[in-house]
């Protein structure tokens, strides 16, 4: 029988956005991999992933396996290519045991997800290997609805972009119709900032981080200081909207 890899999307954080189907799949599988961070040495630095917290409320621990990824590494690019084979590997031979493994990541698995560098590394390493995915909650989705913003009306187009791409990404997005929606722009906080005020979508854009934890924070964008925020923070930047009622229908 063919080895399974499933990658399961949990949601942002929050254990109650876990869909119906991605609790079967974590149950059904006999291991479920969380991804976690690194010590400088390489090493599980012990800290507990908002995966493994949110897999937890559902499954028994001695199930779940941590395995080290270079989650956040940008600019050691041999550091972060090791820590993926290191990875891969380690998956590999747990489906050499195990007839399916589950990998738990926060959101959805094919939207900015390590799932997708882990089945290429696995795939290569496991022949036959048959790779799932069961789709998540995603954080523009849950910001949405904590915060009342709406992502999209009628023809409005929606863009996501990740803010690690640099804020000319961001500008140029920001500059076309529709939603624009940013990931990973803690760090550039005050770059943010400013290009919505340039593109005058300041007064309508919300952010959020942690959602659906103890820490979460869901604000105006407007209050925005310049101060860098989680890493994880998510914007929502909808477009103008003086149409009425099905104004953009």
């Known amino acids: 029988m063919s080895s399974r890899l499933i990658g399961v999307g949990v949601g942002p954080g929050d254990p109650e956005l876990v869909t119906v189907k991605g609790v079967n799949a974590l149950r059904a599988a006999e291991v479920v991999v969380v991804p976690v961070m690194g010590a400088a040495d ?9 995966a493994e917290a949110t897999v937890l409320h559902y499954v028994a621990a001695e199930k779940v396996v941590r395995v080290v990824f270079a989650l956040n590494e940008r600019t050691d690019r041999a550091r972060r290519e090791a820590a993926w084979d290191t990875a891969g590997e380690r998956v590999a031979a747990l489906l050499g045991r195990h007839g399916s493994v589950a990998f738990a990541t926060i959101g959805d698995p094919n939207v900015y997800s390590t799932f997708t560098y882990l089945a290429q590394t696995v795939a290569g390493l496991v022949p036959g290997l048959v790779v799932e995915t069961v789709p998540g909650i ?28 640099g804020s000319a990404v961001l500008e140029e997005a920001l500059a076309g119709p529709g939603t624009v929606v940013a990931y990973k722009f803690g760090r550039q906080a005050a770059e943010v900032a400013g ?7 300041l007064r309508d854009a919300v952010w959020g981080s942690a959602l659906g934890l103890p820490e979460e924070s869901v604000r105006p964008a407007a209050e925005l200081d310049g101060a860098p925020l989680p890493y994880l923070s998510t914007l929502i930047a909808p477009p103008r909207r003086d149409g009425g009622r099905g104004g953009k229908l």
């Open 195 to 201: 290009a919505l005020a340039r593109s005058g979508r």
């Open 42 to 50: 390489g090493r599980d630095g012990g800290e507990p992933g908002r």
């Open 138 to 165: 995603t954080a523009m989705q849950d910001l949405a609805a904590r915060s009342g913003a709406v992502l999209t009306e009628g023809t409005e187009p929606l863009t996501l972009v990740p803010v690690t791409a």
